[in-house]
């Protein structure tokens, strides 16, 4: 199991990370300021380390210079609001292997922490999601039905894909929103019910299961 290192202040979004590695398999520790980032990333014990720029005691610029001071080469990304293309820049030529800015979609993480962690797992590259009759495609974005190919927007690809990588699972609402519209979902919106109806109807009304007062599963 690979270990993750999340160093984030803001504790919503910290849990939002921590939350969604560990429904993908990862193990994972939260740190909230610099200094504990640079302990924990130095004592050698993570596979990646999710870095933000914008920590108290020491920013993340200064933790990842020190990381590659010390020759840490620990894969990083980091994971800031800090958006323009000197701040970027700085962060790949300070060492880091990625950078994405806030506000971000979970998935998108998601693949950038298995792109960073396949050559050190040596895991196969996984391009096609499969469930009986159903597959999905991960590059082309596309689904296949016993009745033919399917085109997806974004939000159906996003949801068809985590239906797919938890088959026969029970995924609440909540889980859905915070995986297909981040951090920033609104609890109280019924976009995970209209979305899972049109999806319904481009791959068949029974592939998605109603599990009453807990959510959906892939059936």
Known sequence: MSRILIAEDEGRIASFIEKGLRANGFSTTVVADG??????????EFDLVVLDLGLPKRDGFA???AMRRARVSTPVIILTARGSVHDTVAGLEGGADDYMTKP???EELLARVRLRLRPAD??????????????????TRRAETP????DLTAREFALLDLFLRHPGQVLSRE??????WGYDFDPGSNVVDVYVRTLRRKIGPD???TVRGMGYRLG
């Open 104 to 106: 971000f979609r979970f």
């Open 35 to 44: 200094d504990g980032a640079l302990a924990q990333a130095v004592a050698g």
């Open 122 to 139: 040596r895991t196969p590259e996984v391009t096609v999601l499969r469930h009986g009759e159903l597959s999905l495609d991960l590059r």
């Open 207 to 209: 592939r998605i299961v």
């Open 63 to 65: 933790v990842l210079q």
């Open 147 to 150: 009745g033919g190919l399917v």
């Open 175 to 180: 889980q859905i929103l915070s995986h297909v």
